[in-house]
T-cell receptor, first 113, second 111 residues
Framework: NAGVTQTPKFRILKIGQSMTLQCAQDMNHNYMYWYRQDPGMGLKLIYY???????DKGEVPNGYNVSRSTTEDFPLRLELAAPSQTSVYFC????????????FGPGTRLLVL | LAKTTQPISMDSYEGQEVNITCSHN???????ITWYQQFPSQGPRFIIQGYKTKVTNEVASLFIPADRKSSTLSLPRVSLSDTAVYYCLVHYSGGYQKVTFGTGTKLQVIP
């Protein structure tokens, strides 16, 4: 199993540009999460999903959108990139929800200039 | 969201036992506490989880006192490879969005 994979590893965006961060898992987990981690800080939940077709906001959802059309994939969309979105983005998945171990991907480093 | 608090950093010599404490207010009986380890440029990795008293696995122990206002991660005989940031995560039973990562404790193991 590859676990949780994320692409790209690193990206530079100009202010106002859009992009999609890809996340996929091959563990057949129902729950998936997107976090951002600013330098020297902890992780903050952006969005999460409890299954295909079901998503909900986390702590810091502004400026982002998600969709979940399949169990495996959970892309994160940035519509109008802003410098405040410069961060490292981690995708995670778990089998049964918040009480279960979350498996994290390697992260996507995003720089908005 | 309730807040968790951890020491910002700790230093330890190789071979010593390290205890990292997480303070958390208003956690319910069924709320789980999970500890993750994070190395630079990597995603967090699960270490241990529990919701009461003591849990032990092959790498760590987790102690939760009766008042549940704090929990302690214990790492026996640390090595240089244990240098990392350790996060305390409380799973509040109110919903999946109520998953709060603490600020993390940067552990530096010294030879």
């Amino acid at each position: 199993n590859a676990g949780v994979t994320q692409t790209p590893k690193f990206r530079i965006l100009k202010i106002g540009q859009s992009m999609t961060l890809q996340c996929a898992q091959d563990m057949n987990h129902n729950y998936m999460y997107w976090y951002r981690q600013d330098p020297g800080m902890g992780l903050k939940l952006i969005y999460y999903s409890v299954g295909a077709g079901i998503t909900d906001k986390g702590e810091v959802p502004n400026g982002y959108n998600v969709s979940r059309s399949t169990t495996e994939d959970f892309p994160l969309r940035l519509e109008l990139a802003a410098p405040s979105q410069t961060s490292v983005y981690f995708c995670a998945s778990s089998s049964l929800g918040a009480q279960e171990t979350q498996y994290f991907g390697p992260g996507t480093r995003l720089l908005v200039l | 969201l309730a807040k968790t608090t951890q020491p910002i950093s700790m230093d330890s010599y190789e071979g010593q036992e390290v205890n990292i404490t997480c303070s958390h207010n208003n956690i319910a009986t069924n709320d789980y506490i999970t500890w993750y380890q994070q190395f630079p440029s990597q995603g967090p990795r699960f270490i241990i989880q529990g919701y009461k008293t003591k849990v032990t696995n092959e790498v760590a122990s987790l102690f939760i006192p009766a008042d549940r206002k704090s929990s302690t991660l214990s790492l026996p005989r640390v090595s240089l490879s244990d240098t990392a940031v350790y996060y305390c995560l409380v799973h509040y039973s109110g919903g999946y969005q109520k998953v709060t990562f603490g600020t993390g404790t940067k552990l530096q193991v010294i030879p």
